[in-house]
């Protein structure tokens, strides 16, 4: 019998209970600033605006309180959307530039990120960007102190 590799497993998806930290980061061209929203389990919540001196706009930052349940329930939806099996770039290459996000999900097994250039890429994917945007909407964010 030929001497054959033995196959592996593909390694199974991180559980929602395994996510450690979100990030979604936001910017285009001519936006006035970006954004570095930080989901750390057992929060705060981070939110940093990212100024552009072309635009005169300054750094700044602001926290929120993150309650567990909506930490657990977008930790859930990550998992069900399939981010884990998303591909790490999703951009129409004749698009030098245009509007752009990037979402980072840590968990105890490693790292997974996905790039979005416009609106390229699955609808769970923009799911999830609706989530996070909702998700904000509802925290009540305190700048921090200058």
Known sequence: MPNTPARTAPAAAPSAASIQ????ER?????????????PRGGP?????????????ADGSARAALPAAEFDALTKALVAAGFFTMAATYE???LADGAWMR???????????????EDAGPEGL???EARLDAL???????????
Request: charged residues 25%; aromatic residues 4%.
């Open 103 to 117: 979402l980072t999900v840590r968990h105890t097994g490693g790292e997974h990120s996905v790039f979005q250039r």
């Open 27 to 39: 910017d285009c061209h001519g936006c006035p600033s970006g954004l570095r929203l930080e989901l």
């Open 136 to 146: 904000v909407a509802r925290l009540l964010f305190v700048p921090d102190a200058r």
């Open 45 to 57: 919540a981070v939110s940093h605006r990212i100024g552009k001196a072309r635009h005169r706009t």
């Open 21 to 24: 930290h979100v990030t979604l």
């Open 126 to 128: 923009k799911a999830l």
């Open 92 to 94: 129409d290459e004749t």
